[in-house]
């Protein structure tokens, strides 16, 4: 069994609480340990007895509260050394940092994460696979496309957080200058809801049971577009789907 929530989404700050039946993990912390205290309780769980916090990249909205977090709570930080290097002077000083290279698996109390590298504009972007009890979660944000060994180390999972961040019609209207636009859409930006929609098609298997669409800009999407976008493919699919909120944490989700 494996139970996940993303307690924030977007901008704004992404920050997912990961547990198995022994072990809690929280993958980034783009939140303020104000905002984490919230959210984890109002899903009925609690920030202080984490086993350790995983860093996928160093930009703020993934990082904003690591460093009050780490240090009230001396829990350990995992991430590249890359990522490390390139941390805001504002995160401060990590009492326990552990490194990892990308495309290794680490092992925290009855969950094994699988790190393998994205394409991203930061220092040394990676995501995950964590896998609890024969069940496997696999995350997809924070990446401008998706190539064949990212495919090939998504596949199986039961559970996908798959990046819907922008709408081609919306983005083409933005209020963003055209160099935010072309980073955005660039390889090293994000996913688009067509993107997404092809990634979702490529992964799609009898066993997966359920995905959450993640990471919907305020101004270039809107969570029913990206919505309709996953429910084509998901057409006859007993799987679930869920888009998370920049606002509040989803439900605990249990994936048996």
Do not use: W
Request: proline content about 3%; some cysteine.
């Amino acid at each position: 069994m494996l139970r996940f929530s993303l307690l924030g989404s977007g901008s704004s700050g992404n920050a997912m609480l990961v547990r198995s039946a022994s072990g809690k993990i929280l993958v980034d912390c783009g939140l303020s340990l104000k905002q984490l205290v919230l959210r984890t309780a109002a899903i009925g769980e609690s920030i202080e007895d984490l086993d350790a916090v995983f860093i996928t990249h160093e930009h703020g909205d993934h990082v904003l509260g690591l460093g009050t977090l780490a240090r009230r709570f001396n829990v350990p930080v995992y991430m590249t050394e890359g990522t490390h290097a390139a941390l805001p002077d504002s995160v401060g000083k990590l009492p326990n940092v552990i490194h990892f290279e990308a495309g290794e698996t680490v092992a925290v109390d009855g969950l094994a994460l699988t790190s393998f590298s994205v394409s991203h504009d930061a220092a040394d972007p990676v995501s995950f696979v964590i896998n609890s009890g024969g069940v496997q979660l696999g995350l997809a944000t924070d990446l401008g496309h998706a190539p064949a060994m990212v495919k090939r180390r998504l596949e199986g999972s039961h559970a996908l957080v798959l990046e819907s961040n922008y709408c081609h019609e919306l983005m083409r209207q933005s209020p963003y200058p055209a160099a935010v636009r072309q980073r955005i859409m660039g390889s090293q930006g994000h996913l688009s809801n067509s993107e997404m929609n092809s990634l979702l098609d490529d992964l799609l298997h009898e066993a997966l049971r359920l995905v959450v669409l993640v990471h919907i800009s305020q101004e270039n999407n809107r969570e029913d577009l990206a919505h309709r976008m996953a429910a084509r493919v998901l057409e006859g699919h007993a799987a679930r789907l869920v888009v998370a909120s920049r606002e509040r944490p989803t439900e605990l989700f249990c994936v048996v």
